[in-house]
């Protein structure tokens, strides 16, 4: 139905306001939602996006948390009690790239060895793959402004699906 929908939208008879803005067509992906986790989300929310789970392996999430007195940044600790930590953990490893909950998932856990463990998401070998052509000035634009801003250009990025079809790269910016 989305194929079929994002046919219709296509077509000059059907009024799509991004069209008449000029704007290519866009509809936002429909899938199988993934499991979510009202603590997880309220945790990582509190200082950022809370990225999906599936976007970094099981070890890695296990050393983020490992490490939340110092987390990215020297002198900023997440302060996790021993039950709160031990459950946010259990939703990221439950739902890590390692389980292959979708596309992406898969793809991210083949690409990086067994032996790295990366901590963050931007530094997978898959990322770096599917994000290379894409040109200095998208990064520098005013919707995306920084290579974490995944909703920037995936309209699923709070879902956790990263589906091709949800993704709309915006408009340069201008110099």
Known sequence: ???????????AWHGNPATEAGEAPHVRFVGAALP??????????????????????????????DDQHQHFEAGNDLALDLATAQAVLKFLVDNAADQHLTEAANKIDRSVPSSETPLRITETPYWIKKHRDISAAVWASPEVKTRSNCAACHSDAEDGTFEDAAMQIPAPAKP
Do not use: M, V
Not at 1 to 11: E, H, P, S
Not at 41 to 58: M, S, W
């Open 1 to 11: 139905a989305y194929a079929i929908d994002r046919q219709i939208d296509t077509k």
């Open 36 to 65: 979510d986790n009202a603590q997880w989300r309220g945790e990582c929310g509190a200082c950022h996006t809370p990225f999906y789970p599936a976007l970094l392996p099981a070890r890695s999430w296990q050393k983020i948390i």
